[in-house]
């Protein structure tokens, strides 16, 4: 990398900033989840060579204007792992996931007291660029993690079925804000509820996406081997279709 940012190297990669490589990172995390979902271990270790070589092309842009080096940002992380781990590298002891949480939020909150930054408000470190499920699942976390939250599974079950009633009003009254402000809490609902049954819901709309499409390729498919197009077919048609595909992907 350094090679192709100096003078004489790759004008593409010389005209690069910090600013015009964040979509490729996050192109190319989303090509990491894809191969571990397709279970493509030959593409999952090439795609993490991909994602890798975006660490590395921020650090050499960093390191051309003085700002730190590859191995700080090593360094960082090294010490992290050890530093919110005393129950493997220190005296500390835990016996159950819950305990290791625990453990890393004691010290993460007292990292934060160190910088001078535990005034800070709760949610101010869930950055608002991430994707909006992402997004809902951590401030939900956060909130869950003081207290603020729900006690079973049950009762989010509940204030779903408010959230739907809610919903149900808003179309009676054909009014598009709140339909649309309806719509958001019914998933942020569901972001919590997931969040109780342990479900990661990124992933989940992830499975349910690949799936809609495996199914939808088919009847694109045996349309084709009919001699129709998708315009040409009607929902009957297409319905029985999505239903075959349905019972080969079982």
């Given at each position: ?16 900033t910090?600013d ?12 990491v ?19 890798l ?53 004691e010290?993460k ?19 608002r ?9 951590q ?15 049950d009762?989010?079950i ?28 019914l998933l ?50 297409m319905?029985?279709?999505?239903q075959?595909?349905?019972l080969?992907?079982?």
């Amino acid at each position: 990398m350094a090679r192709l940012r100096a003078p004489g190297g790759c004008p593409w990669d010389r005209e690069q900033t910090f600013d015009t490589i964040k979509p490729y990172t996050l192109e190319e995390t989303y090509e990491v989840l894809d191969a571990i979902d397709r279970r493509d271990w030959a593409e999952v270790a090439e795609e993490l060579g991909d994602l890798l070589l975006q660490a590395v092309f921020y650090a050499q842009m960093a390191a051309e204007q003085g700002l730190f080096q590859i191995g700080d940002s090593l360094d960082a992380i090294n010490e992290k792992l050890i530093r919110r781990h005393p129950h493997v590298f220190g005296e500390e002891t835990a016996e159950s996931a819950g305990d290791v949480k625990r453990i890393w939020g004691e010290i993460k909150a007292a990292e934060k007291k160190d910088r001078g930054r535990d005034d800070a408000a709760l949610l101010d470190s869930v950055p608002r660029a991430m994707p909006a499920l992402v997004e809902a699942q951590q401030i939900a976390s956060r909130a869950a993690g003081v207290g603020f939250d729900w006690e079973t599974a049950d009762q989010v079950i509940e204030k779903l079925d408010e959230e739907l009633a809610e919903f149900a009003e808003a179309r009676r009254q054909a009014s598009l804000p709140e339909v649309e402000n309806e719509i958001g809490d019914l998933l942020f609902v569901l972001v919590n509820l997931a969040r109780f049954v342990k479900v990661d819901p990124e992933q989940a709309l992830r499975k349910t996406n690949a799936k809609f499409r495996g199914r939808f390729g088919h009847i694109e498919r045996e349309l084709a081997a009919r001699g129709k197009r998708l315009q040409d077919a009607g929902i009957a048609e297409m319905e029985e279709l999505w239903q075959q595909a349905k019972l080969r992907q079982r």
